[in-house]
């Protein structure tokens, strides 16, 4: 492939429920809450399958953009079963104008590495974290698929709604039973942290979120920190310390690569 190479910034939170729905709708939450309702209400209120509606949202989104008469196709790959069946097909993608993918395996590592001891101890820092993705990549059908594809005439464009960071330091936060769970972001009622450590957002819709009302507000991690409760501190902070993450703020998880790859073979669509 010739390989152009380019940055694109995540929106906050840094988290897949809010950064991917958001490239697949073409829309800021907020946005999408005003015209989905039924979409987001079951984004908020899931806490697994925060992104079982991305096809429909890229359908919406071709509509809008008079593409509906195209050929296209979504797939969400989650598993190696996925990967290899869609690396044995790959060619029956040049029967579309546009190819959907969603490759979930970094993301599975990611928080894999915070379950399995084994993991931590292949990847104590960033520097072998991304040698292990590296060295997956290199004999994976990922690439092996790519290789296919670069024989097609089909451009590829590669990007991802967020990436993470290894955190180091605990946040003591103050919230309601209904907070949200993750550990970079919270949204919930009154939430109080040490503003060194967050970002405290009272004005969620200055920052495209849907307002969820009265007193709710947002909180997000900055550099490396993550968010632990006052009950039972010391457990929960020794569990996610060391642990990769994401939702917050930090250049690991807000600058984007963005590459389009176009086959230096044949013509190209």
């Known amino acids: 492939y010739s390989v152009h190479r380019e940055m694109c910034c995540s929106l906050l939170p840094t988290a897949t ?3 991917r729905n958001a490239i697949f709708s073409g829309q800021l939450p907020k946005s999408l809450a005003r015209t989905l309702p039924d979409v987001w209400a079951e984004v ?7 992104n079982r509606h991305e096809e429909r949202l890229l359908g919406d989104q071709l509509k809008q953009l008079g593409l509906d008469s195209i050929a296209w196709r979504y797939e969400k790959l989650v598993g190696t079963a996925d990967g290899r069946a869609f690396a044995q097909q790959v060619h029956q993608c040049n029967r579309y ?3 959907a993918v969603v490759v979930n395996f970094v993301d599975i590592l990611a928080h894999s590495r915070a379950d399995v001891e084994l993991l931590r101890e292949m990847t104590p820092n960033e520097k072998s974290y991304r040698a292990l993705t590296r060295t997956w990549f290199e004999h994976s059908w990922l690439r092996a698929a790519l290789e296919d594809l670069s024989q097609t005439g089909l451009t590829v464009v590669v990007t991802t709604d967020h990436g993470a960071i290894r955190v180091q330091r605990d946040a003591k936060v103050i919230g309601d039973r209904n907070t949200t769970t993750a550990l970079r972001y919270k949204i919930g ?3 109080k942290v040490d503003s060194r450590q967050a970002l405290v957002v009272d004005d969620l819709s200055g920052f495209g979120l849907p307002s969820l009302g009265l007193n709710t507000n947002l ?3 900055r550099e490396d920190y993550y968010f632990v409760y006052p009950t039972q501190y010391n457990r ?3 569990v996610y310390r060391d642990s990769m993450q994401h939702g917050g703020i930090s250049l690991e998880e807000m600058l984007l690569p ?3 790859l176009s086959p230096k073979r044949g013509g190209t669509r």
Do not use: F, H, M, W
């Open 97 to 99: 104008d546009l190819n």
């Open 189 to 191: 009622k009154n939430l």
């Open 219 to 221: 909180i997000v991690a």
């Open 44 to 50: 908020e209120s899931a806490e697994t399958g925060r």
């Open 17 to 19: 429920s809010y950064a």
């Open 258 to 260: 963005l590459i389009t």
């Open 236 to 238: 929960y902070a020794n």
